[in-house]
């Protein structure tokens, strides 16, 4: 939500939402006096707060309506929110019973910095602020406390999960209530639940959490999804590989990976004295690949493609179905081209992009430049080689412009061998999501020592592309999943008809019907059930298939068939018209 008014005025919305997290943290203190305050700052919908609470102790979500209702109370009493500058001492005397204020107090005794505390009421916290100036100003129809959550102290798995409270809140009433009724259509569509509902996927605590089953219905709608990119990607020169899941530990030194991305891969595993890490990216083993012979600038560009399964380790705060995942399969690729190639590599591969998804109907995505932060030395790697980093920004930026794809840049995203073009789209919240990448590496080729003979006799390091038109199948299942409801595209439905028969005695002509179309290629199933109708079409339809084929006494008559439309309404028509109609569906992937 924009907070700024018509006039541009940045309102007060991001402060009510601060204010209310102090307000909740108060209303605690006073119902579970033992609870320990952690942090509670406005987020982008609301705010929340974390707390320590006993054993046994912690409210539940039937407690919301009490909390709010006592919260309400002491924003009527109209308390200012008032500002004192202390000391570290007088900060640590005040703050002597709350262990995780003291742990805040002392970092920032060290490095200088004024303690800043804001009282409202009886209630006082350590806090940078902004507030409202008095409880005065926040609409108490406007917020709503909405979960409850585990989350790690600082984020970090090694320090207590603590129980942190969320909180809705807007500048309006009716703000509000528009926010919960996009929250609860996008709760409709989320692919959890769908996968559930639609048999498409599951999660076992037996099997590990993040670690995803591909039901059968799932697993066909993948396999259709594996199989267009791979058509697409080898009518486009890309050469398919293999690798393993598995990897020594010299690979990921040579790589950076156990220098920048450690803390994002499992533990290594011991085998015969040697350390062997379970693969989280497909890039050192398609450089490895690239090795495998000498080549010459007439090999190149050279576009190694995988779907690659990686494991990642996703802290269970974040895990979220297939969208985030401790394993997944890449849609990736690596493409090693000369210099003067690049910007030409590049703009194949926004073609590609632009191509698939306008095959998947995705219209409104942009791409976002994602650049490094210099003053971040240790993310990157040789980020003091500036020149390098600037060639590969100015090729990305160069490429998008000629392309003319709307496009921002955001410092501080690239990853740590180089600046990429993010695909970004707006989830079902809303939200922004990153759903594809191109990588421009100058950086792992002299890592790697790859060369190629250029025209002149001369080694020269290759630049290389890494590129991922769908991210991961997982991730791009999940956004279609909630981006049609289940209701997927009649060429990617596992079932794309079902034929209901009225009675037993039409089953023999729903029988022929379902002969006719199995053998024009078309995925159909026969109901032969003895439910009633109502039931049959019932049953087909939370499976949202596409299209339901409904016969009986004036269908066999007329040697024609009603189809029931996903979508609502029915028609009758003969059976080799419909075989067309789905054929060039099918064919237009409409």
Known sequence: MDNKNSNGVE????KIRHSLAHILAGVIKQKYPEAKLGIGPAIDNGFYYDFDFAEGRAPIQ???????????????????FIKEEISANEA?????NEPYKLELISELAQGGENISIYRNGSFVDLCAGPHVSSTAEINPAAFKLDRLAGAYWKGSEKNKMLTRIYGLAFGSKNELEEYQKIMGEAEKRDHRKLG????????????????????????????????YMYEKEYNQGYKYV????????????????????????????????????????????????????PLSYRDLPLRLAEFGLIHRFERSGVLTGLIRARCFTQNDSHIYCARQDLKKELLGVLDLFQEVYADFHIKDFWFRLSLPDFN??????????????????????????????????????????GPKIDVQVKNVLGKEDTIGTAQVDFYSAGKFNL???????????????????????????AFLVEQTSGNFPVWLASVQVKILPISEKFKDYAGGVFKK???????????????????????????????????????????????????GGSEKTDVDSFISRVKKEITERS
């Not at 309102?11 to 991001?14: G, Y």
């Not at 039937?62 to 009493?77: N, S, T, Y």
């Not at 530990?249 to 803390?263: A, D, M, N, Q």
């Not at 020149?387 to 410092?411: C, I, N, V």
């Open 451 to 477: 060369v190629f003979t250029n025209q002149q006799g001369q080694d020269e390091h290759p630049v290389i592309i890494h590129r991922a038109i769908m991210g991961s199948f997982d991730r791009f299942f």
């Open 242 to 293: 293999y690798t393993p899941v598995l990897t020594n530990k010299k690979l990921y030194e040579t790589s950076g990976h156990l220098t920048h991305f450690r803390e994002d891969m499992y533990n290594p595993i011991m085998i015969e004295n040697e350390e062997y890490y379970l693969k989280p990216m497909n890039c050192p083993h398609h450089h490895m690949i690239y090795r495998n012979k």
């Open 196 to 227: 559930k509902e639609l048999e498409l996927f599951m999660i076992s605590e037996e099997v590990g959490k993040g670690l995803p089953l591909w039901l059968p219905n799932g697993a066909f709608i993948r396999k259709k999804l594996e199989d």
């Open 376 to 417: 971040n030395t240790e993310k990157y790697g040789d980020i003091k080689n500036k020149k390098m980093w600037d060639e590969a920004t100015q090729a990305a930026r160069e490429a998008l412009e000629e392309f003319s794809g709307k496009y921002a840049e955001g410092e501080g995203e690239a990853t740590f061998y």
């Open 92 to 96: 640590k005397e005040l703050f002597n």
């Open 11 to 14: 309102n007060n919305l991001d």
């Open 62 to 80: 039937e407690d919301f309506a009490e909390l709010e209702k006592e919260m309400r109370k002491l924003i009527a009493a109209k308390h200012s």
């Open 517 to 567: 179309l199995k053998q024009e290629g078309i995925r159909v199933e026969l109901d032969e059930s003895d439910e009633s109708l109502g039931k049959k079409i019932r049953n087909a339809k939370i499976q949202k298939i596409p299209y339901l084929i409904v016969v009986g006494e004036k269908e066999m008559a007329a040697n024609q068939i009603t189809i029931e439309n996903r979508g």
